[in-house]
C-alpha cells in the first residue's frame, strides 16, 4: 500500500515503500491472491488548529500495490472517524483519498492515529493495516492568565533593597514549549504610585523591593496592577491583565512617648492600695501589639518599695499606685522618675544610625498629713533570757511609739499570743513577768525562741501590733534518754546499737560516755562509737532471751542518768522478725513481757466461741428434756417370755431355753448383744396391719436341722434391732412423743390355748438403777411392770 500526496492547498505527506515483486498467490482455500507482509513506517501529517477550510478538506491518500492486479477498495478507522470525536474524517473507498470535515481544537485533540486498510471485493485484505499519525498544528489561540485571581504578599516594613516580596505565576493552554507559551511579566501600575518600591523580574514573575524606604505608619497596603504577555513580550501577542496586594509588616522602629514631660499629685499618709495617676503614653507603631503596648518602669525615687507602676491594658495607660504606707514626718514629698519602653524589642531601622533613648517623665508626689496610730516599729524585737527562769521575773517588753509625739506616753499595752501562757504584761509600759518556769525543752519553742505577741492602743483606739521573740539560753537540766528495748538479731549481727537523745543543746548534749553496771560486765561489753552511739555487745554466745543490762549515759558536762534495758537476743535477721517465746523469767523484766495484738484476739475470739458453745448446749438441753420412751432393766435378768396371758399360769422350764445371755443395752442406732437366747416359737407375734413383718417371716421356711417351734436369738435381733432403734430415735427427735402410740401397742387377747405370747420389757441392765419411770406408764404396762420389780 502507497500513500499519495495530499490535494492542493493541504499539508503533504511523505511515506517510504516496500514492494515485493515476487507474484501474488492466493492461500489454499484462494489460489489466486496471496497476503504479502510488507513494513509500513508511514510519516506523520500535520492539520492546522483553527484551520478555516474550505471543508470537507483534503489530507491524504493511501494506495495498494495490489490495486494493479484487483479491484482494492479502502476504508479507515479510530479516533475521530468511528470513535470520539465521531465523523471527523472519512476516506473516498476506491480513490483511498482522506479528507477533514471541520476545524480542530488543539487543547481538546492534539492529534490522531488511524489505521488504513485495503480489501478486495470478497473481504481479503492483501495488506496490513496501515498507522496513520495525524498531528495537529498549535495555532495561539489562548491568552495566558494569572494562576491565582488574588494575590496578597507581605513584606516587613525597613526592609533592605532587594528584598524578595513574592513570586507571581500564570498559565497557557496553548502548546508548551513553543513562542505562544512563552510569557513576560510586567508591572503596569504601582498604587500608591510614588515613589516607586517594587520591580518584577520578566520571565520568573519575582517582585522585589527596589528602596529600604518602606515606612508601614505612612502607608501600610500597596497595590500592583501586573501584565503578562505571550509570544515573548511582543506587541501581537495574547496578554492578560491582575492586581496583586503588598501589605507590609509592622516592626517597632517608633519608641513610645509621654504626652506631658512631667506630673504632680498627692496622697494622704498611710493610705495604701490607692491609685495616685494615671499617664498616657503616644506609639505609631500598630495598635495593640507588642510593637505599641507599654511597659511602665520607675527609674528613681522609689527605694523603699512604696509605689508601683502598671499598665492598663484597655488604655494603654501607666497607673501609679501606694503600695506601702508613707509617712509624713519623715518625708513630706518624693519626686519620682518614670520610663516607658514597648513589650517588643525595639527594631533599628535600616535608614537609622542609633536607636532611640527611654523617654522619662518625672512624677511628684506631695504627702498629706493626718493624725496617726502607734508605730510598732521594728515588727519583731528580740530578748535574751536564760533556760529555767523562775516565775516571778521581769523582763524588757515590747516598746511603740506615738508617730506625733514621738514618745510611748498614753499607750496602752495587751498580749494577743502567749501559746504556754508563760508571761503576764504590764498595761502600761508593756514589760513582761513571768509566771511559769521558762524551759527551752517546751514543744512551744521553736529553734530556740519563744514567741510573744503584743498589741499597743492609744487613747482614740487605733493599735498597732509587735512580736517580742524570748531568745532562751540552753542549762544543762536533761540527762540524755534512750529506748529501754533493745533487740539483738544474731542472722545480722552480735550486737546493738544504742543512740541516746539529750533534750538539751548541742552544747550540753553529746560526746556521751556509756558506762555498764558491774553486775552485766560478765556478760556484756559496752564501748563508746563517734561520741553519740554506743555499741552493746555480748561477751560469750547467749541463748535466745531477754536479759535485763543495767546501764549509765553521762553527756559532756558529766550530767548522767541509769538505765536498765532489756536486752532480747533473737533467732532473726531483722528485730520486726523476732518471734521468740519467753523460756525462763529469771532474766526478764516483768514489764517488758506483753502480749501481742493477734494474741489477744485470739484469746477474746476463743473465750466467745466457749460461751457460744454452752450457751448452745444449755438451749438444746432444756428444749429436749423428754421422758424415757422404754424402761431399762436393772434387774440384771435375763428377760423372759410367758406363753399364756391370762393370769395364774406359771412359766414352764420347756418353754424357754436360758443361754445365760450377758447385757443387752439399747442405743440410739440399735441393740448390742454378745450372747444370744432361744425362745418358744410363737411366742412373739407382731402386728401386720401397717406394714409389720412376723418373726417367721424374718427367720424364713425350711431351714433344715432347726426346731419350727424354736427361734435363736439372732433371729430376734436381726428382725427388731432396726426397729426399735428408728422408734427410739424419733422418740428423742419429737418432744411432744407423737411417735410414741406407734411404738407402745395394746396386746390383744387371742383365745384360749393360743400359741401366741406375751411381749414384755426388751432391753437389759448390767447397773443396779432405780425404776421410778415405770410409774409414769400407760395403765396397760403396769401388770408388766410389777413382774420386772418383784412386788
Excluded at 533467732?571 to 516483768?590: E, G, L, N, Q, W
Aim: aromatic share 8%; proline share 6%; with cysteine.
Amino acid at each position: 500500500m502507497a500513500v499519495a500526496s495530499a490535494a492542493p492547498g493541504s499539508i503533504f505527506c511523505k511515506q517510504l515503500l516496500f514492494s515485493l515483486l515476487a507474484p501474488k498467490k492466493r492461500h489454499t482455500k484462494d489460489t489466486v491472491l496471496k497476503r504479502s507482509k510488507r513494513k509500513w513506517a508511514p510519516i506523520p501529517c500535520s492539520l492546522m488548529e483553527n484551520s478555516l477550510g474550505p471543508f470537507p478538506q483534503h489530507v491524504q491518500q493511501i494506495q495498494s500495490d495490489a490495486a494493479q492486479n484487483y479491484t482494492i477498495f479502502y476504508s479507515i478507522s479510530g479516533p475521530g472517524v468511528d470513535k470520539e470525536p465521531f465523523n471527523l474524517f472519512y476516506i473516498e473507498k476506491d480513490t483511498g483519498d482522506i479528507f477533514c470535515t471541520r476545524s480542530i481544537d488543539r487543547e481538546q485533540y492534539d492529534q490522531f492515529l488511524v489505521y488504513g486498510y485495503a480489501t478486495t471485493a470478497d473481504g481479503y485484505a492483501p495488506d496490513y493495516p496501515l498507522p496513520l499519525l495525524f498531528k495537529v498544528e498549535d495555532d495561539n489561540d489562548n491568552a495566558p492568565y494569572f494562576e491565582n485571581k488574588m494575590t496578597v504578599f507581605s513584606v516587613p516594613e525597613n526592609c533592605r533593597s532587594g528584598t524578595s516580596v513574592g513570586q507571581v505565576t500564570a498559565i497557557d493552554n496553548d502548546e508548551p514549549g513553543t513562542l505562544h507559551t512563552r510569557l513576560k511579566f510586567k508591572i503596569l501600575q504601582q498604587i500608591p504610585d510614588h515613589p516607586k518600591h517594587f520591580s518584577i523580574h520578566p520571565d520568573t514573575g519575582v517582585i522585589t523591593t527596589t528602596t529600604p524606604l518602606l515606612d508601614r505608619e505612612k502607608c501600610d497596603t500597596y497595590k500592583l496592577v501586573m501584565e503578562v504577555r505571550d509570544m515573548g513580550g511582543q506587541p501581537f501577542g495574547l496578554f492578560t491583565t491582575g492586581t496583586i496586594t503588598i501589605s507590609l509588616e509592622d516592626e517597632n522602629d517608633n519608641p513610645p512617648y509621654f504626652t506631658e514631660t512631667s506630673y504632680s499629685t498627692e496622697v494622704e499618709e498611710n493610705r495604701i492600695d490607692v491609685v495616685i495617676l494615671r499617664m498616657r503614653v503616644h506609639d505609631q507603631d500598630l495598635a495593640n501589639s507588642p510593637h505599641s503596648r507599654a511597659v511602665y518602669t520607675i527609674l528613681q525615687g522609689n527605694e523603699n518599695g512604696n509605689f508601683k507602676i502598671s499598665t492598663d491594658p484597655n488604655t494603654n495607660e501607666g497607673i501609679l499606685c501606694v503600695v506601702k504606707p508613707l509617712n509624713y514626718e519623715l518625708n513630706r514629698q518624693v519626686i519620682l522618675q518614670i520610663g516607658v519602653l514597648n513589650e517588643a524589642q525595639f527594631s533599628k531601622a535600616a535608614n537609622s544610625q542609633t536607636p532611640p533613648t527611654m523617654c522619662t517623665t518625672t512624677v511628684t508626689v506631695r504627702i498629706k498629713d493626718s493624725d496617726e496610730g502607734p508605730e510598732c516599729q521594728p515588727p519583731v524585737k528580740i530578748i535574751q533570757s536564760k533556760d529555767g527562769l523562775p516565775p516571778g521575773k521581769e523582763l524588757l517588753g515590747y516598746k511603740a511609739l506615738d508617730p506625733e509625739t514621738r514618745s510611748g506616753e498614753g499607750l496602752r499595752y495587751q498580749k494577743l499570743g502567749d501559746e504556754d501562757n508563760w508571761f503576764e504584761i504590764d498595761e502600761h509600759t508593756g514589760d513582761l513577768r513571768t509566771v511559769k518556769v521558762l524551759d527551752r525543752e517546751s514543744k512551744f519553742v521553736k529553734n530556740n525562741q519563744y514567741n510573744v505577741s503584743v498589741v499597743a492602743t492609744d487613747a482614740v483606739g487605733r493599735s498597732c501590733t509587735g512580736t517580742l521573740v524570748v531568745l532562751l539560753e540552753d542549762y544543762n537540766d536533761h540527762p540524755p534518754k534512750i529506748d529501754k528495748e533493745v533487740t539483738i538479731c544474731k542472722h545480722d549481727k552480735d550486737y546493738a546499737i544504742l543512740e541516746p537523745e539529750d533534750e538539751d543543746g548541742p552544747d550540753n548534749g553529746p560526746p556521751f560516755q556509756f558506762f555498764l553496771d558491774n553486775s552485766a560486765n560478765k556478760l556484756w561489753t559496752l564501748e563508746s562509737k563517734n561520741g553519740k552511739q554506743g555499741v552493746l555487745r555480748a561477751k560469750q554466745n547467749l541463748d535466745y532471751n531477754y536479759y535485763s543490762v543495767p546501764i549509765q549515759i553521762q553527756d559532756r558536762h558529766g550530767l548522767s542518768a541509769k538505765h536498765v534495758l532489756s536486752v532480747r537476743v533473737c533467732d532473726c535477721t531483722t528485730p520486726s522478725d523476732c518471734r521468740m517465746a519467753v523460756k525462763d523469767d529469771r532474766d526478764i523484766k516483768p514489764g517488758n513481757v506483753i502480749l501481742g495484738k493477734w494474741a489477744i484476739l485470739a484469746m477474746v475470739l476463743g473465750s466467745a466461741l466457749l460461751l457460744c458453745i454452752m450457751f448452745a448446749c444449755f438451749c438444746v438441753t432444756t428444749k429436749r428434756t423428754v421422758k424415757k420412751c422404754f424402761p431399762e432393766d436393772v434387774a440384771q435378768q435375763n428377760l423372759i417370755v410367758s406363753n399364756t396371758e391370762g393370769p395364774g399360769e406359771e412359766v414352764t422350764g420347756s418353754n424357754i431355753c436360758d443361754t445365760s445371755m450377758s447385757v443387752g443395752t439399747l442405743g440410739g442406732q440399735g441393740i448390742k448383744t454378745q450372747q444370744s437366747f432361744e425362745m418358744v416359737k410363737g411366742g412373739y407375734t407382731l402386728d401386720s396391719n401397717k406394714g409389720h413383718h412376723t418373726l417367721e417371716s424374718s427367720k424364713g421356711i425350711g431351714q433344715g436341722g432347726a426346731d419350727p417351734g424354736r427361734y435363736a436369738y439372732t433371729d430376734w435381733q436381726s428382725f427388731t434391732q432396726p426397729r426399735l432403734g428408728e422408734k427410739v430415735y424419733l422418740c428423742g427427735q419429737d418432744e411432744e412423743h407423737k411417735h410414741s402410740e406407734d411404738y407402745v401397742r395394746s396386746y390383744n387377747y387371742e383365745g384360749k390355748g393360743s400359741m401366741a405370747g406375751s411381749v414384755g420389757c426388751c432391753s437389759d441392765r448390767q447397773e443396779e438403777e432405780g425404776l421410778e419411770f415405770l410409774d409414769h406408764l400407760e395403765p396397760k404396762f403396769r401388770t408388766l411392770a410389777k413382774t420386772c420389780v418383784k412386788k
